[in-house]
């Protein structure tokens, strides 16, 4: 089935930089995805006039569930000696409008170029993703089978690689003996102020028959500012663009720490992989009141169950079980627990059809205010859709995914 899924994430293009130099030839190609489906969510939170709220059912149509819908151009220039000149240019876009997914962004999702040699490993520079992400964001099951609304709660351990690293420099090592190393630094580019902006992540993965390891650690300074678009143009699964997003500017933070570790091993047709990541985000504007305007650090420590056993060559079955547990700074904690089930048809090499469920119930503390007293409650959010009213939310994805 290795060749009938697309993942997420960038580990296609990372994978890329490394093997392009044993073709020995200079190429440029276009590629890309066509992903639609259809999504009913059990209850969407909608503010009345009187500033009360209410939940209901909804229908909309979706794209880049499974496969973010996207096109790019990749190539590669052969120098000899095992040494290629490579590049990528990415852009992801809206199915049901055409539009880009990130306004004045024209290749939001890579924007690079670099070297690769065979024997001292891949070099590149721009816009693209960090080994962490990379590396850790294979095991979970949101790139795989369980679609984008699967993801991680808000995808706060950007496993699904809400965002990228602008200005930065990126190294991948070659396999010594299935140990591959990677790093990243991105610049700010802000003018006597060399912290602003400023990210960096280290990452490690072992890969040698079934078995599969990873682990590594990612922190960017202003994460709204410098990766997720800014107020305007927050791409984040906790955007403000929706009125009644309920975990709104969450992620506007001073600074952003994530340590994760994971693996996965197959058993023939059936594969197990697990995940454990720890986010903090330091002074969240989201908990900020007039008495402590610097806001509250906030943690999430999340764990997943993934497997999916191959039922036929062409059809592939999914369980996830998804644990979040969320302490703010001196608030009790809220825990979020999820479950995917799914299934993933493959008419041919290019085209699949899905059918996916997600079910999410809330706990605890909670996160959500309730705009009339103010007062703490539970509100269920599937990654990707509009929170619930109460502390449970169903989703149902059904869709199809074309490559090109």
Not at 5 to 28: N, T
Not at 212 to 223: D, F, I, R, T, V
Not at 349 to 361: C, E, L, M, N, S
Request: hydrophobic share 40%; glycine share 12%.
């Amino acid at each position: 089935m290795a060749d009938t899924f697309v993942k997420r994430s960038a580990l296609a293009l990372a994978a890329f930089g490394l093997s392009m130099g044993a073709h020995a030839q200079s190429s440029v190609t276009l590629y890309g995805t066509v992903d639609a489906g259809l999504i009913y969510t059990s209850n969407q939170q909608t503010t009345l006039a009187n500033g009360s709220t209410n939940g209901h059912a909804n229908y909309q149509l979706g794209g880049g569930n499974l496969v973010p819908s996207r096109w790019g151009l990749m190539g590669t220039e052969d120098l000899g000696a095992g040494t290629t000149v490579n590049f990528a240019l990415e852009n992801s876009f809206l199915i049901g409008s055409g539009a880009m997914l990130q306004s004045n962004t024209l290749f939001n999702r890579n924007a690079w170029v670099g070297v690769n040699n065979a024997t001292y490993g891949a070099l590149t520079f721009g816009r693209q993703y960090d080994p962490f992400s990379d590396y850790m964001g294979a095991y979970a099951s949101s790139n795989n089978w369980a679609t984008l609304y699967g993801s991680h709660f808000g995808d706060v351990d950007n496993l699904n690689e809400a965002f990228n690293f602008n200005n930065s420099i990126k190294y991948i090592s070659p396999s010594f003996g299935g140990f591959t190393l990677g790093g990243l630094f991105s610049l700010g580019g802000v003018a006597g102020n060399f912290s602003q902006n400023k990210g960096w992540a280290l990452a490690a993965n072992y890969a040698q028959g079934p078995l599969s390891l990873s682990a590594g650690y990612l922190e960017l300074n202003q994460p709204l500012q410098a990766a997720l678009g800014g107020t305007s143009g927050y791409i984040g699964d906790f955007s403000c663009a929706n009125a009644d997003a309920a975990y709104c500017l969450l992620q506007d933070a001073s600074k952003l720490r994530i340590f994760g570790a994971g693996g996965s091993y197959s058993f023939g047709k059936a594969n197990v992989a697990v995940t454990y990541t720890h986010t903090r985000l330091s002074q969240s504007q989201y908990f900020a009141t007039a008495a402590r305007p610097a806001g509250t650090d906030v943690s999430f420590d999340i764990a997943e169950l993934n497997t999916t056993y191959a039922l036929a060559p062409d059809l592939q079955l999914g369980f996830a079980y998804i644990f979040n547990d969320v302490k703010p700074g001196g608030s009790g904690s809220t825990r979020v627990h999820q479950i995917n089930l799914g299934a993933v048809y493959s008419l041919s090499k290019r085209t699949a059809v899905y059918a996916v469920a997600i079910g999410q119930k809330s706990s605890g503390a909670g996160l959500g205010v309730d705009p009339a007293t103010g007062a703490s409650e539970n509100l269920a959010q599937i990654p990707n859709v509009v929170n619930s009213d109460t502390d449970r939310q169903v989703s149902v994805v059904l869709g199809l995914r074309h490559n090109f």
